[in-house]
C-alpha cells in the first residue's frame, strides 16, 4: 500500500528570492517548471514523467497531451450536436405549431374569395346575380351559418344560374368565419396550389430545411400532398371542436373542371371520403359545385351523407321582376311588362343572360345577340358535313351527327308536348332521360361532352335537355331549315359506309388460272371445322359475262 501525500515543489522560495533568481537564467529554469506543473499527484518520492529528460518520458507527455486534446474535440463536438439538435426539435414542434396556427387563421372572418369579389359585410353587391334572392339561398345561408350539419352537398346547375353568388352572398352575412373557399382546376398541382392558398398551408415549401438542400415531404405527387393538407385541417377542426365551435365549412368551386380520367377520379374520391367522414363527425361541412352532370354521377357512387341542391333557372315572373329591379339600377328606367315578357321570351331566367341584357342599352337587340351567340356556337362546334365528307373527319362527324340527332328528337318531342309555356313559370323545355338520349345518339359516351360543352344538359334527376331557352331556340331554327332532315340522313349514311368500308377486307388469291383451285376450311370459335369452300376458275367463253 502506497500512501498517497501531496507534495508541492520548491516550496521554501520565497517572493524576494524568487524574484531574485528569476533575474538569472540559470535560476529561472526552475521557476518556469513551477509556472507549468505545480501539483503532482502521486507516492512520494516517485519522480516527474515531465522531469525525465529520456524517450520514455517524453511520448508518456506527448501521450497525455494527444489524449487530452481529444477530449476537448469530442466533447465540444458533442456539445455542439446536442445544441443543434435541441434547437433543430424545438423549431420542428414550433414549425408544425406554426402550420397549425396558420390554417386556423384562415377560418377567422374575412376571406380572400369574398375580397376578389368585391363583396364585404355591409357593402351592396355590384353583381346582377347578387340581387336576386332564389328559393335556395335561406339554405345555403343555414349551410353556411353552420346550422345544419352532418352532411355535405353538391349544387348542380347550368353554367350562369348564380351557385356561386348564392355561395358568396351567404359567405358575406358571416364575413368568411369558419369558411374556405377555392377554385378546382383540371391540372392536380394547380389545384394543390389553390387549396394550399385557401387553407393558408405552404406543404412545407417554407420549411427552414429546404435551406440546407434537406429533402422534405415536398418531393412527392400533388395527391398526397393534398392528402397532408387534408389532415392538417382535420387537426384543426378537432381543435376548434373541443372549444365548442361550429364545423367548419370548405367549399370547392367549379367542380366539372376535375379532369374525368384516373387522377381526377382519385381526387374527388380523396376529397369524398373526408366529406363523409367529417359529415358523419360534425367537424367540417363540404360543398361542391358543379356545372356538370359526372361530378354527381361520380359521387353518387359511394355517397350516404350526401344531399344534391339543384339549381335551375328562374321561373318567368321572378326573371322578369329581376329583369325590372335591374334595369332601375342601371339605367333608372321603368321597362314596360310588354318588353320585360318579350326579354323572358328569347332568354329565359338565366341570370347570366339577363345581366347582360340589363347592362345594354338596347335589351331585345342583346337578347337577339345572345340567341345567334348561342346558334353559332352550336354550328361551329357540331355541324355536319353531308355525303360529300371526307374519311378523314369521321371520329368529328360521329360527335356532330349525334348531337344533331338528339337535337332533332328533342324538336320532334316538342311538337308532341301538350304545353309549352306557362304563364307563371314560363319556357317548358322538352327533356328525355339520360338512358333515352343514349339509345337516341346510339352512343353512350357523347352525351358528358355535350354537358361540358353546354349545348346540353343533364339535371340531378337525370333527365337531357337544351342547355339554355336560347339553345333549344337555335335547335328549332336548324332542324326547321329546308332540307335539314335528308342532309342528317345523307351524313350518317356516309358515316355508315365509311365504317363498312373499314369493317371490310379485301382477299386477293392468285395463281386460279387454267382451272386452279383453293379450298378454304371454315372452323367455329372452338376451332372446330364447320365446312369448307372451294374456288375454281373456268375458262372463260365467248359471250359469257364478265
Not at 502521486?42 to 487530452?68: C, I, L, R
Not at 353554367?159 to 364575413?175: D, H, I, R, Y
Not at 349545348?455 to 339553345?471: C, K, N, W
Request: with cysteine; charged share 30%.
Amino acid at each position: 500500500m502506497f500512501s498517497y501525500t501531496l507534495a508541492v515543489r520548491r516550496t521554501a522560495v520565497s517572493l524576494s528570492r524568487g524574484t531574485a533568481r528569476a533575474k538569472s537564467p540559470l535560476l529561472a529554469a526552475p521557476f518556469n517548471r513551477i509556472s507549468k506543473r505545480n501539483f503532482v499527484f502521486g507516492p512520494p518520492g516517485q519522480p516527474d514523467p515531465a522531469d525525465d529528460d529520456s524517450p520514455k518520458g517524453q511520448s508518456q507527455s506527448n501521450w497525455k497531451d494527444s489524449t487530452m486534446k481529444v477530449l476537448e474535440t469530442a466533447g465540444a463536438t458533442l456539445a455542439s450536436i446536442a445544441v443543434l439538435g435541441l434547437a433543430g426539435y424545438s423549431y420542428h414542434k414550433y414549425y408544425k405549431y406554426l402550420v397549425l396556427n396558420k390554417i386556423d387563421n384562415a377560418f377567422e372572418p374575412g376571406d380572400p374569395a369574398l375580397d376578389v369579389a368585391g363583396v364585404s359585410p355591409g357593402k351592396e353587391a355590384h353583381d346582377t346575380e347578387q340581387w336576386v334572392v332564389r328559393d335556395e339561398q335561406e339554405k345555403i345561408d343555414r349551410i353556411v351559418s353552420g346550422e345544419l350539419k352532418g352532411h355535405y352537398y353538391l349544387l348542380v346547375g347550368e353554367k350562369g344560374t348564380g351557385k356561386t353568388s348564392m355561395l358568396l352572398n351567404a359567405m358575406q352575412k358571416v364575413n368568411g368565419r369558419r369558411v374556405a373557399m377555392f377554385e378546382a382546376h383540371a391540372d392536380l398541382e394547380i389545384f394543390r396550389v389553390r387549396f394550399g392558398k385557401a387553407l393558408d398551408f405552404e406543404f412545407h415549401e417554407d420549411y427552414i430545411g429546404s435551406l440546407f438542400s434537406i429533402r422534405g415531404p415536398r418531393d412527392t405527387t400533388a395527391l398526397l400532398d393534398i392528402e397532408r393538407a387534408f389532415n392538417k385541417l382535420e387537426k384543426v377542426a378537432l381543435q376548434r371542436r373541443a372549444k365548442g365551435d361550429s364545423p367548419l365549412l370548405l367549399v370547392v368551386n367549379s367542380a366539372h373542371l376535375i379532369r374525368d380520367d384516373e387522377d381526377g377520379r382519385d381526387l374527388l374520391e380523396l376529397m369524398q371520403q373526408r366529406a363523409e367522414q367529417w359529415a358523419a363527425s360534425n367537424l367540417v361541412t363540404m360543398i361542391f359545385n358543379s356545372d356538370d352532370y359526372w361530378v354527381y354521377e361520380r359521387l353518387k357512387r359511394y355517397a350516404t351523407r350526401m344531399e344534391v341542391i339543384p339549381v335551375p333557372d328562374l321561373p318567368k315572373q321572378k326573371a322578369m321582376s329581376a329583369l325590372q329591379r335591374y334595369r332601375k339600377r342601371y339605367h333608372n328606367e321603368e321597362v314596360s311588362k310588354d318588353v320585360l315578357t318579350q326579354v323572358y321570351d328569347h332568354v329565359g331566367g338565366r341570370l347570366s343572360f339577363l345581366n347582360r341584357v340589363a347592362k345594354s342599352h338596347d335589351m331585345l337587340q342583346t337578347c337577339k345577340d345572345i340567341c345567334t351567340a348561342e346558334k353559332t356556337w352550336l354550328l361551329n362546334r357540331c355541324w355536319i358535313l353531308g355525303s360529300e365528307m371526307d374519311d378523314d373527319v369521321m371520329d368529328e362527324q360521329k360527335f356532330s351527327s349525334a348531337a344533331m340527332v338528339l337535337a332533332k328528337a328533342l324538336v320532334d318531342q316538342e311538337s308532341e308536348m301538350d304545353k309549352r309555356y306557362d304563364d307563371e313559370h314560363g319556357h317548358i323545355l322538352p327533356e328525355m332521360p339520360l338512358h333515352k338520349a343514349r339509345q337516341v345518339m346510339t352512343r353512350a359516351d357523347f352525351i358528358q361532352s355535350y354537358d361540358h360543352d353546354n349545348i346540353f344538359t343533364i339535371d340531378s334527376r337525370a333527365m337531357v335537355r337544351a342547355d339554355s331557352v336560347p339553345m333549344q331556340q337555335a335547335f328549332r331554327e336548324i332542324c326547321a331549315e329546308p332540307g335539314f332532315d335528308e342532309y342528317l340522313e345523307q351524313t350518317l349514311t356516309r358515316i355508315s359506309d365509311i365504317e363498312s368500308l373499314g369493317r371490310t377486307r379485301e382477299l386477293t388469291i392468285k395463281d386460279l388460272w387454267d382451272q386452279g383451285k383453293y379450298q378454304v376450311v371454315v372452323r367455329d370459335n372452338h376451332g372446330r371445322e364447320a365446312g369448307t369452300v372451294e374456288f375454281s376458275v373456268k375458262e372463260k367463253k365467248d359471250g359469257d359475262d364478265d
